[in-house]
Antibody, heavy 119, light 108 residues
Framework: QVQLVESGGGVVQPERSLRLACTAS????????MHWVRQAPGKGLEWVAI???????KYADSVKGRFTISRDNSKNILSLQMNSLRAEDTAVYFC?????????????WGQGTLVTVSS | SYVLTQPPSVSVAPGKTARITCGGD??????VHWYQQKPGQAPVLVIY???DRPSGIPERFSGSTSGNTATLTISRVEAGDEADYYC???????????FGTGTKVTVL
């Protein structure tokens, strides 16, 4: 069965860096676009970034230039490198699978990993 | 940037119908998807491509779009439907994915 498991969250000081990982199993990882979505405590969902099957990526304006999404198809791992972190980046970060190349909704989500940016 | 506006809350009695709106400029020209999120859990897709239901989602959940509004309808509401609901589209003009502001459904 499809599984997405995030890791790497934790408490980090402002302006520092953190790298999140999402380990995928149960499907052909290389055939699906993947996304990161975050949710600040008590707030709504916010899209963060997408990486296509051929490595093309796009970012939300709030993270562009600070975050980098990448994928390792040989290890079935999706990553999010987060630099210059700010208090407003505090959130649960979910990885999600885009259902197919021609659609843009998520059919599977991970359970999320909490990132807290605080001094 | 493209904005999707939802009512913050909707209250409904068991057995009645809940309607959750999602307003966006010419949203009828986009493909709208809906997610249900219960506390402490990841979102779950309940409607995709305006009105299609994933397998395992009850027929009580339906979706429609018209003009500047998309609507998620939950018929014969049950206590287990109490959750936050989010609409979502892809904005091709900005190449960004957009979520609605979210609606908390309370079953009275």
């Amino acid at each position: 069965q499809v599984q997405l498991v995030e890791s790497g969250g934790g408490v980090v000081q402002p302006e520092r860096s953190l790298r999140l990982a999402c380990t995928a199993s149960g499907f052909t990882f290389s055939s699906f676009a993947m996304h990161w979505v975050r949710q600040a405590p008590g707030k709504g969902l916010e899209w963060v970034a997408i990486i296509s099957t051929d490595g093309i990526n796009k970012y939300a304006d709030s993270v562009k230039g600070r975050f980098t999404i990448s994928r390792d198809n040989s290890k079935n791992i999706l990553s999010l490198q987060m630099n210059s972190l700010r208090a407003e980046d505090t959130a649960v970060y979910f990885c999600a699978r885009q259902s197919s190349p021609m659609t843009n909704y998520f059919d599977y989500w991970g359970q999320g990993t909490l990132v807290t940016v605080s001094s | 940037s493209y904005v999707l506006t939802q009512p913050p809350s909707v209250s409904v009695a068991p057995g009645k119908t809940a309607r959750i709106t999602c307003g966006g400029d010419n949203i009828g020209s986009k493909s709208v998807h809906w997610y249900q999120q219960k506390p402490g859990q990841a979102p779950v897709l309940v409607i995709y491509s305006d009105s299609d239901r994933p397998s395992g989602i009850p027929e009580r959940f339906s979706g429609s779009t018209s003009g500047n509004t998309a609507t998620l309808t939950i018929s014969r509401v049950e206590a287990g439907d109490e959750a936050d609901y989010y609409c979502q589209v892809w904005d091709s003009s900005s190449d960004h994915l957009v979520f609605g502001t979210g609606t908390k459904v309370t079953v009275l």
